[in-house]
Nanobody, 122 residues
């Protein structure tokens, strides 16, 4: 199971760190992804990381502002977000892909957290 947390209200230009805690099973051989869904829009890829190798990939539009990382001891994946903009407002989801497809498609991910809302507004 995956549990996302850390969302909230932040002003434009601010930072926020999301957490995705994995429990109940091991995801050590998985690729972990972050996705987001803004109101009225489709869910989109944000970033992914290989749990075992630490290899990362980002959506091109977010590269440089978002950083994905993992703490294997805490069984937690993080998404550090900097210089947030109103268009970053969305529900953010973490997900796990046991097949390690390194995919940017949500359909490659079998396990999903419940989502955490990030609102960027002044």
């Amino acid at each position: 199971q995956l549990q996302a947390s850390g969302g909230g209200l932040v002003q434009p230009g601010g930072s926020l760190r999301l957490s995705c805690a994995a429990f109940g099973r091991t995801f050590s051989n998985s690729v972990m992804g972050w996705f987001r869904q803004a109101p009225g829009k489709e869910r989109e890829f944000v970033a992914l990381i290989s749990w075992s190798l630490g290899t990362t990939y980002y959506a091109d539009s977010l590269k440089g502002r978002f950083t994905i990382s993992r703490d294997t001891a805490k069984n937690t994946v993080y998404l550090q977000m900097y210089n947030l903009k109103p268009e970053d407002t969305a529900v953010y989801y973490c997900a796990a892909d046991g097949k390690r497809a390194y995919s940017r498609s949500e359909y490659a991910y079998e396990y999903w957290g419940q989502g955490t809302l990030v609102t960027v507004s002044s």
